[in-house]
């Protein structure tokens, strides 16, 4: 009997480097020399496997702390303060992207 293959997530060092020149989806602020933008990645599918680069959304290092406490939570506040749900924002960032690599603002 074979092992099953572990699944092929599609990663996308390019996408992650955009997502850090984005504003954090809570607070709003942008990366700086006093702050770090980072990427928070989405629930996975097992132990150790992050989802899917192009699911990930940017956060402060502040913001992205309060997610991995309270993750429910953060996005219930999230969708509060902007109007939209974490997969909405995903799909936004998604779009965002691949305007910029078009060239179009």
């Known amino acids: 009997m074979r092992p099953h293959p572990k699944p092929q997530t599609p990663r996308s060092d390019p996408y992650k480097i955009w997502i850090r020149t984005q504003p954090c989806v809570n607070c709003g602020r942008y990366a700086n020399e006093y702050l770090d933008v980072v ?6 599918a097992g132990t150790a496997i992050k989802g899917s680069d192009f699911e990930i ?8 702390e309060a997610e991995h406490r ?12 902007t109007g939209y ?21």
Do not use: D
């Open 39 to 44: 990427p928070m990645h989405g629930r996975t």
């Open 70 to 81: 309270r993750r429910k939570l953060f996005w219930e506040v999230v969708k509060e303060r």
């Open 57 to 64: 959304l940017p956060g402060c290092v502040s913001c992205h």
């Open 85 to 105: 749900t974490r997969a909405e924002l995903v799909a936004i960032h998604r779009r965002r992207y691949e305007q910029a690599l078009s060239g179009a603002a």
